[in-house]
Nanobody, 122 residues
Framework: QVQLVESGGGLVQPGGSLRLACAFS????????MAWYRQAPGKQRELVAS???????KYADSVKGRFTISRDNAKNTVYLQMNSLKPEDTAVYYC????????????????WGQGTQVTVSS
């Protein structure tokens, strides 16, 4: 059974940076596409960034140029580097394991971490 454990959240001032990490266990990591989602209070969960088992990467328009997703298959870990953080980035961030469809869309499996809170505030 796949297990995902996020870490790295916290309180940061606007313009600051955080690096989230998600440790994967329970299966072979490399074939999975991975993604970060976030959910702000009163809003739906949204896809922030995804990365294939190779090097294809996608970002939500709201984070392009500020966030970077990466993975280390040797460490079974996916990362989200978040720079130039804004108050609207405040949310619980979740890691997910999934796949890409033939139409190059990310589809989440029902494998989620517990989430890590990111708060951007002065």
């Amino acid at each position: 059974q796949v297990q995902l454990v996020e870490s790295g959240g916290g309180l940061v001032q606007p313009g600051g940076s955080l690096r989230l990490a998600c440790a994967f266990s329970g299966s072979i990591f490399s074939p999975y596409a991975m993604a970060w989602y976030r959910q702000a209070p009163g809003k739906q969960r949204e896809l922030v960034a995804s990365i294939t088992s190779g090097i294809d990467i996608k970002y939500a328009d709201s984070v392009k140029g500020r966030f970077t997703i990466s993975r280390d298959n040797a460490k079974n870990t996916v990362y989200l580097q978040m720079n130039s953080l804004k108050p609207e980035d405040t949310a619980v961030y979740y890691c997910n394991a999934g796949k890409y469809t033939a139409y190059n869309s990310y589809v989440p499996y029902d494998y989620w971490g517990q989430g890590t809170q990111v708060t951007v505030s002065s």
